[in-house]
């Protein structure tokens, strides 16, 4: 199959537990960064690593939200504020200009669990939505029976054959939408993606695009009233569900 014009960078923020919810953070979302591959390697990707070489000397330096949010290691120095802002302003700055389209399906685990008596897998039900809105964009956008790259995470440790109990989990479900057999969707099939698993040491700019909106778009759900300067940036690139 010929390979699409475009590449899918995949994170979630939450955990997609229904059996222990944390009361501070009752969401799960998934993230789709869609992204031209032109675009991709000729100028999103290297702002990323200019980036890296202007404040560290290489690019080494994987950009994780969590340790960029609480300054750890090695993000130390932007627990000063004239830094932070500096840095801050960067980042923006790219995520401002980069040409790119955002899926994110939010989970509302609370009245999720409260509406159904068998309620459905977080991730799975985030994950169907993202790859129906992603495959009508696609269409949208000349790629009908092209072969589309879906990059994740890794998310649990690898066992034999090279892929976790989660990641194999997460690859059944995958299948089964892609094939017509996922009760939400009847027998209606959705070809064209293939879903690629990188290891959580991978250094890839698209991973950490992915990375750095998950979080911002599941807080712009949980607490609406609250300055998010990180979603301003992004919300006029996104398509968003939010369930149930």
């Known amino acids: 199959m010929e390979k699409s014009d475009y590449i899918i ?16 953070f009752p ?6 960064c869609i992204i031209e591959k032109r675009v991709y390697a000729r100028d999103l990707a290297p702002k990323i690593q200019e980036m ?3 404040w560290f000397g290489h690019d080494m330096v994987v950009f994780h939200e969590h340790e960029i949010r609480k300054a750890k290691a090695p993000f130390v120095f932007l627990g000063d504020p004239e830094k932070r802002t500096r ?3 960067e980042i923006s700055t790219i995520m401002a200009d980069a040409t790119m389209t955002i ?5 509302q685990k609370q009245p999720l669990v409260a509406r159904y008596v068998q309620p ?14 992603s495959q009508k964009f696609l269409q949208k956008h000349g790629q009908s029976g092209k ?12 066992e034999h054959g090279g892929v976790g109990r989660e990641d194999m989990e997460l690859a059944e479900v995958f299948k089964s939408i892609s094939e017509g ?35 911002p778009i599941a807080l712009a759900t949980l607490r609406p009233d609250q300055p998010n300067r990180a979603y301003d940036v992004i919300k006029d690139k996104l398509m968003i569900r939010v369930f149930p």
Do not use: W
């Open 27 to 32: 969401v799960f979302t998934l993230a789709f």
């Open 9 to 24: 960078y995949v994170d979630e923020s939450g955990d997609h537990s229904l059996t222990s919810i944390d009361p501070q």
């Open 52 to 54: 890296k070489f202007r």
């Open 181 to 215: 057999h996922h009760p939400l969707r009847g027998r209606a099939i959705l070809r064209g993606f293939e879903l690629v698993f990188a290891d959580k040491k991978t250094n890839s700019a698209g991973l950490q695009l992915a990375d750095l909106v998950a979080r």
């Open 147 to 158: 072969l589309t790259h879906i990059v994740a995470e890794a998310r649990s440790p690898r």
């Open 87 to 89: 840095f801050m302003d």
């Open 120 to 133: 459905m897998n977080p991730y799975h039900l985030a994950l169907l939505f993202c790859m129906e809105q």
């Open 103 to 107: 899926v994110a399906g939010v989970i």
